[in-house]
């Protein structure tokens, strides 16, 4: 073999190489994109959100807010509803697989939830 077959066998073989990351690269990038999208409808806050924003969600509050005597759960002073908050008391950084459990949550004033929020 000459020493020009060679360079023409190595530069193919590099252009091949180069389109092969390309499209490995591509792969990568859409399963990124998918597994984004896995996460962000399975994350615990958004899941939260999702369902404290639906119909039942806000039933429960306003059914939860009654039971709690328009109180807060924490240091007990009245709360107008608008200014009431849902409260997780195991945190979802700590418990996120507690994100909706109806068990874990409570209604509190904005400024205990904030105190919380602080710690956690
Ligand atoms: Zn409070």
Do not use: V
Request: hydrophobic content about 30%; charged content about 35%.
């Amino acid at each position: 073999m000459s020493d020009g077959l060679d360079d023409k066998f190595d530069a193919h073989f590099f252009l091949e190489l180069f389109e092969g990351k390309n499209r490995l690269d591509k792969a990568l990038k859409k399963s990124r994109n998918i597994t984004n999208k896995i996460k962000r409808k399975h994350d615990p806050r958004q899941r939260f959100n999702r369902w404290r924003d639906s119909s039942s969600g806000k039933a429960w509050k306003r059914k939860k807010y009654e039971q709690q005597g328009k109180c807060c759960a924490i240091c007990g002073c009245f709360i107008p509803l608008k200014y009431s908050h849902i409260d997780h008391i195991q945190p979802l950084s700590k418990a996120p697989e507690l994100a909706c459990t109806l068990e874990n949550l409570q209604i509190t004033c904005a400024d205990c939830n904030e105190r919380k929020g602080d710690r956690t």
